[in-house]
């Protein structure tokens, strides 16, 4: 993304400044060209610099400094001609990998494996979209005030979607009192359970006993209504063993939604347009303060 294309008409300002210049005898007018032209697109990024806040949620340093311009000073002191005056703006690399998905003249598509946290995950060709409400609710994560999250709470849970899905069983208990994490795909369609909405990464939640954990069923444990209950499994050698039954704590809860594509509207082109058409409509006034400059530096050379 190194050019930010717009058409601006400074046609009319540049043929009354030529002819003024002209008309007073001045010359050096490619100079002048070129050294208003580099102050408009100097103050059409400094406009657009002004706007970002209202473009963006909180949007970080590298977005707010985003924009570039180039000033040419070795040619402002050799051009010509106006033909050769040109003055740049540009979008610096490394925003430009998710800037250019506000940029645009219709709405832009970002698939997977571009930008975003997916970087994270081995899978990356499906987009990952937080669930803000799930990842504060589970403890694995939290988004920021522009609806991020954070890089070590997606490296976490990128660490627990590799380790898989673990069953908790009497003897392979390991991790079950904290949230596992593990992801639902299209294809999974064995495993959608009630708590399956659409693919994506899921908390798996923690488990405890039930006669503890269970709040219902301890309070009717403690008044005698009930016993504490039990499951009973078969081991390897065929010994049956009782213990008491666990179950989950919680259901179940999405932390971030896959989808192949996600669309972005072009939220930045109309603020450019704006700034820089306004920026363009300074040409006159530069070019005619450059005339004075002129004329006034001419007088001066006069007097002496």
Known sequence: MSGLGVRIDVAGAVRDAAEAFEAFAADRFPRAFHYALTGVVIDGANRFRRDIPNIWDAPNKSTRDALHYTVDRDLLNRVASVGEAQATVFVQDLPSIWLKYSFGSGPQTRTGGDVGVEAYFGDQTSVRVPVGSNLKHTGLGSLSAAGKVLARDARNIARLTAAGYTRNTAGSTKGSARWGVFELKASDTHRQHGFYDRPGLY???PCVVAAIGRKT????????RRTAPLTSFTRASGKTVTVP?????????????????VEYQPNATLSWERAIEAAAATMADR??????????HRARRGQR
């Open 203 to 205: 908390a798996r939640p």
């Open 217 to 224: 069923v301890a309070k009717a444990i403690k008044e005698r």
């Open 245 to 261: 039954k666990v179950v989950n704590a919680d259901a179940p809860r999405m932390l971030f939604l896959s989808t192949p594509k």
């Open 287 to 296: 070019l005619a303060q450059e005339l004075t400059d002129r004329l006034e």
